[in-house]
């Protein structure tokens, strides 16, 4: 039995680890740790854990913690991560990271957007970015994975068909996305309610940090510099990221060659879902599931594209990418605990 240890677990994301973790069948979950003041059971913090899981909450001690784990998921806030995984590293121990410490490759491009040094570029350089529907050869080999962003996720598969077949302009490509409220984690969102009640509004516009994460991703795939412009908004829903992602096309296409293009780029793989002809993502078809969908709409006559992916911000944006990711390195099946 694989024996994971989870750091951060009282957060969004770690719960929604929790959730799955506690019914795949592979593994035990050995210590639950988080910043919380006082231990407590995690049954008492989460209370539909009672008889699955009885392990208590507490600070980390990584003197006990990282000899009883074979894994560590760190569901911890950026600028956390980078002095926590080292410690289960060092040991031999292999982390899938969510926080953005080890999503950028270069460390001054970090220092910009997350206004901190870089502590760990040793490892940083070994980083894996988990993005299965792209890097699922190197994660099957990688000690460490950095575990893609929510919006990241979700624009980046909306846009790989077309990079692949080199078919659009990338000097403008725009995205307008919407998240859910619990993309700011627990204790911001409790902040956020009651301003974004009967709201919606737009917030670090061309600005936020997750585009230069999606234009090293992108630039990465199609081997020529991309920068995007992307807006974010945030919408008064719990869960949830629609992108909406607009292109002008090189040639001419049609509707049907476009959705060919994207049903056989993700063909095979099990969490993307390309919708048929006239069909457009909604949230609630993805949330609570690690799935995303795509819908696609051409235009021939003025060569534009329009292509709309939905997610859950915390499965496959998140905890379910993060399991994919696990299944992956330990050679189990890719969907186990996530369908
Ligand atoms: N929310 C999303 O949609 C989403 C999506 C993708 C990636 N992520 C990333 O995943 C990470 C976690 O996000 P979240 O939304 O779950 O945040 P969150 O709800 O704020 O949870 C953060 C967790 O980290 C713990 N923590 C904070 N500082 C700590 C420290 N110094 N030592 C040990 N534990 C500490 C917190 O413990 P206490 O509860 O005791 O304070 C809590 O368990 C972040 O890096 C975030 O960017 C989040």
């Known amino acids: 039995m694989l024996k994971i240890a989870i750091v951060g677990a009282t957060g969004y994301a770690g719960e929604e680890l ?3 973790l506690v019914n795949h069948p592979r593994l035990k979950i050995t210590s639950v740790s988080a910043k919380i003041d006082k231990p407590q059971k995690i049954d008492q913090v989460f209370p539909y854990l009672k008889g699955k899981l009885d392990l208590i909450c507490k600070e980390p001690d990584f003197s006990q913690i990282v000899p009883d784990c074979d894994l560590a998921f760190l569901a911890l806030p950026h600028r956390v991560s980078m002095d926590v995984a080292p410690q289960f590293l060092h040991g031999g121990k292999k982390v899938i990271d969510l926080s953005a410490d080890y999503r950028l ?8 957007w997350y206004a901190a040094k870089h502590k760990d570029p040793e490892h940083l350089k070994g980083a894996v970015y988990g993005l299965p529907e792209v890097y699922r050869k190197k994660i099957k080999q990688a000690q460490l994975i950095a575990n893609p962003g929510c919006y990241p996720t979700g624009i980046i598969l909306g846009c790989l068909p077309f990079l692949s077949k080199h078919a659009v302009f990338t000097e403008n490509i725009i995205v307008d996305a919407k998240t859910g409220l619990s993309g700011a984690g627990r204790e911001k969102e409790a902040l956020l309610i ?15 940090q997750h585009s230069p994460e999606i ?8 081997k020529e510099k991309i920068e995007i412009t992307f807006t974010p908004h945030l919408i008064p829903i719990k869960r949830g990221i629609l992108s909406t992602i607009y292109f002008q096309l090189k040639n001419r296409i049609s509707q049907e060659e476009a959705q060919k293009l ?3 780029f993700y063909q095979n793989e099990p969490f993307v879902k390309v919708l048929p002809e006239g069909k457009f993502p909604q949230l609630r078809d993805v949330v609570k ?15 534009t594209a329009i292509v709309i992916s939905a997610i859950d911000n915390l499965v496959k944006g998140a905890s379910g990418q993060a399991v994919q990711n696990m299944n992956i390195m330990y050679g189990f099946e890719e969907t186990e605990g996530l369908k």
Do not use: W
Not at 194 to 208: L, S
Not at 215 to 222: D, H, V
């Open 18 to 20: 929790l959730k799955v």
């Open 105 to 112: 490759k270069e460390t001054s491009v970090y220092e910009k």
């Open 194 to 208: 009651p301003q974004m009640q009967d709201n919606f509004r737009a917030y670090k516009v061309d600005e936020h």
């Open 215 to 222: 234009n090293q991703e992108l630039s990465g795939f199609a």
């Open 262 to 264: 994207y049903q056989d």
């Open 289 to 303: 599931t690690n799935f995303c969908h795509i819908g696609l709409k051409v235009n021939p006559a003025r060569k």
